[in-house]
């Protein structure tokens, strides 16, 4: 078995240690004996091919490198749709879930969204940084709290999507809304930016078991790994919010 | 009649913060400020030749120490916030404890090191005659947000003193578009010296119009002979160059054609020493016998201070990923049998997010000479899961720094390494004293 991802235009994106995700998918699949290749695309590549493609990856930058690739990516939205209805999974962190969206409106100008999520994004007073913790529900109870750390100045209202999670401490898609980040399909788009699969790994084993069972229907589960080192750094930044 | 009263209690706050034992780099400048706003203001007008400033990612406290040291060695009287408290606070108590009980004060020149992000406000009370750039790279980002909006502080700072006098990292293009207006003085290092490493290179994009720029060859990050294909934006011709570099120990180099030999590790150390010959051009001082200038300079603590324990143990201050790729370059050019010992911890100094981790080359750390690794810090798990995932398992997990060094100690290594960032730095220093004092070189 093996998995290809593609992680689009790593050398904008890259701005909190986003190769951190990238690294822990791969890493993951290999200690399983399951192969990963990850291509990058960059603004210099021609052609967007995505039949072979298992997982997208976009990362989150500056608001200005942020321009430039939503230019990049606009060329092919549709193709980015066609992938995401079909069930091809997308992680996007950070600008790469605002860019989701239908737009990110700045204090002086509106950058148009990609159109994959029904949300969208204004540009609020001041930036929500600190640490997060959050809830899912669609983990195993005793596994369901996410970690990570959030440093956004847009607020996203997500309409009717289905949160990431319920914010337990931190602030997520808008000052104290209570909710963060969208799960829809095989998406997973949230503000937890660089080195969020790390310190939960059960949310990286999600994203490579949906990727998987798509690509091989006699799929189903992932085998355990030993994981009390990831597990104590998540449970290290749990207990200091308790 | 506020302004000595300011001073008064400004420095009864130091004293009595000597009793204590703290180093009161930074509080009493504090109190003296709610007492006397205009105190900087006030005392920065008694500075007689210039005032220079140094702002920038890294290396801003060597070369200001350095910068101060060598016009000292000129015979000069300088006042200078050398213990790195580098915000209004800060240079407001360097300020202060240079002055007389009678609020007077006697200096030539006054070097101050600004936290870039503190420029703007800083330069409303202090009118630098010289500001050098070092380099910008990520840093806390938490704290600053990106360094798009470094950079736009710094225009605005500069913008603030019309007539300043600029040296620039001409190797930096984020330094470089500073330059581009004013008549700065450029230093940078001339020939490909190190391997190309593959890391962060944040300045990738041409600050002038975004496109991505090309190098002819560079040293690491965003530093070398860059040049923009769509604008023309470019290395700009350098004033003081170097060449001819040999990074052993002693380092020997040339600047301007002047072979130097000079008893620093690190290629860093090279831009922070040349970063302070283009400050003393730019102040008109001569740079002859400038080796000797230098001779005097102790490091601050943490920049690969050395330890004289049986095993040498050697102590590194890092604050960025840009730092860290250097601080574990400089290890690696070490042959001898090494444990090393990497502490994170996340306090405000430090920059709350940790991310960043995982845009330093921490596989690097493994190579044929590594003996034990040892985690550690307040951010122990994150740091060990890094090195977990460049498929390297920490040998020791510790909260307890002494148990480290005692462990790194017992083993049959030659020397022993202590990256740590900022916060972790103090401490680290206090037990490695404590312990020289304990065991000495037994």
């Given at each position: 078995m093996d998995i290809k991802i593609m992680h689009l235009f790593p050398d904008l994106l890259n701005l909190y240690g986003d190769k951190g995700n990238i690294e822990c998918m791969r890493k993951r699949l290999n200690w399983r004996g399951i192969g990963c290749e990850v291509v990058p695309f960059t603004t210099e590549d021609s052609g967007f091919e995505l039949s072979d493609v298992d997982i997208v990856f976009l990362g989150g930058g500056s608001d200005r490198e942020q321009k430039i690739v939503c230019r990049s990516l606009l060329e092919h939205k549709a193709e980015l749709k066609d992938f995401v209805e079909n069930g091809g999974s997308l992680v996007a962190v950070c600008g790469g879930y605002q860019l989701l969206g239908k737009y990110y409106k700045l204090k002086d100008e509106t950058i148009e969204g990609l159109d994959i999520l029904d949300i969208y994004t204004e540009q609020g007073k001041g930036r929500l940084i600190g640490n997060i913790v959050l809830e899912a529900d669609f983990l195993k109870e005793s596994d369901k709290l996410i970690v990570g750390f959030e440093n956004h100045g847009g607020r996203t209202y997500i309409n009717g999507h289905k949160p990431l999670g319920k914010v337990i401490y931190g602030n997520g898609n808008s000052d104290k809304c209570g909710c963060e980040g969208v799960m829809y399909k095989n998406v997973v788009a949230t503000y937890l930016h660089g080195p969020l699969l790390p310190k939960n790994p059960v949310l990286c084993d999600y994203i490579l078991t949906n990727a998987l069972k798509k690509k091989y229907s006699d799929f189903t589960e992932l085998v355990p790994l030993d994981d009390r080192l990831e597990k104590t750094a998540n449970e290290y930044i749990v207990n200091r919010f308790k | 009649m506020r302004k000595l009263l300011a001073i008064w209690v400004g420095k009864l706050l130091t004293l009595a913060g000597h009793i204590i034992g703290k180093k009161s780099s930074s509080s009493p400048g504090e109190y003296a400020l709610r007492i006397c706003p205009d105190l900087v203001r006030d005392l920065n007008k008694y500075i007689k030749k210039s005032v220079i400033v140094t702002c920038g990612t890294n290396g801003k406290t060597t070369t200001n120490n350095l910068l101060c040291s060598a016009l000292e060695a000129k015979g000069y009287k300088v006042l200078c916030n050398r213990l790195g408290a580098n915000m209004l606070n800060g240079v407001a108590t360097a300020f202060l404890q240079a002055a007389s009980i009678t609020g007077k004060l006697e200096a030539d020149y006054a070097c101050l090191e600004i936290d870039e992000a503190y420029t703007r406000i800083v330069f409303d009370y202090v009118k630098p005659d010289v500001m050098v750039i070092t380099n910008l790279f990520r840093d806390q980002l938490d704290r600053y947000g990106e360094i798009d909006i470094t950079s736009n502080i710094l225009k605005e700072a500069i913008a603030k003193v019309p007539g300043i006098k600029l040296v620039l990292n001409g190797d930096d293009p984020l330094c470089v578009q500073f330059g581009r207006e004013a008549g700065a003085i450029y230093y940078g290092i001339s020939e490909k010296v190190l391997p190309q490493l593959d890391d962060t290179k944040e300045g990738r994009f041409c600050p002038v119009c975004g496109a991505q720029q090309k190098f002819n060859y560079y040293h690491y990050s965003q530093l070398g002979d860059f040049y923009c294909p769509s604008c023309g934006f470019k290395r700009p011709e350098i004033d003081v160059e170097v060449k001819n570099v040999s990074l052993k120990t002693p380092m020997r180099f040339t600047i301007n054609g002047q072979p130097m030999e000079i008893n620093y590790k690190g290629f860093y150390n090279i831009y922070n020493i040349i970063?302070?010959?283009?400050?003393?051009?730019?102040?008109?001082?001569?740079?002859?016998?400038?080796?000797?200038?230098?001779?005097?300079?102790?490091?601050?603590?943490?920049?690969?201070?050395?330890?004289?324990?049986?095993?040498?143990?050697?102590?590194?201050?890092?604050?960025?990923?840009?730092?860290?790729?250097?601080?574990?370059?400089?290890?690696?050019?070490?042959?001898?049998?090494?444990?090393?010992?990497?502490?994170?911890?996340?306090?405000?100094?430090?920059?709350?997010?940790?991310?960043?981790?995982?845009?330093?080359?921490?596989?690097?750390?493994?190579?044929?000479?590594?003996?034990?690794?040892?985690?550690?810090?307040?951010?122990?798990?994150?740091?060990?899961?890094?090195?977990?995932?460049?498929?390297?398992?920490?040998?020791?997990?510790?909260?307890?720094?002494?148990?480290?060094?005692?462990?790194?100690?017992?083993?049959?290594?030659?020397?022993?390494?202590?990256l740590v960032n900022y916060t972790a730095l103090f401490p680290t220093e206090g037990v490695l004293n404590e312990l020289l004092k304990e065991r000495g070189n037994e």
């Open positions: - | 970063a302070v010959y283009g400050a003393l051009e730019a102040v008109g001082e001569s740079t002859d016998g400038f080796e000797g200038l230098l001779a005097g300079y102790k490091p601050q603590i943490g920049r690969m201070q050395e330890f004289a324990f049986k095993k040498p143990v050697i102590l590194s201050l890092s604050k960025n990923p840009a730092g860290f790729n250097q601080a574990i370059s400089t290890v690696n050019t070490d042959d001898r049998k090494k444990d090393v010992i990497i502490a994170i911890n996340d306090l405000a100094n430090d920059g709350r997010d940790v991310s960043w981790l995982w845009d330093v080359d921490f596989d690097k750390v493994k190579d044929e000479n590594l003996n034990t690794l040892t985690t550690t810090g307040i951010r122990k798990w994150d740091i060990s899961l890094r090195f977990k995932y460049a498929d390297i398992m920490p040998d020791f997990i510790t909260s307890d720094m002494k148990e480290a060094v005692l462990k790194a100690l017992d083993t049959d290594s030659e020397v022993v390494y202590v």
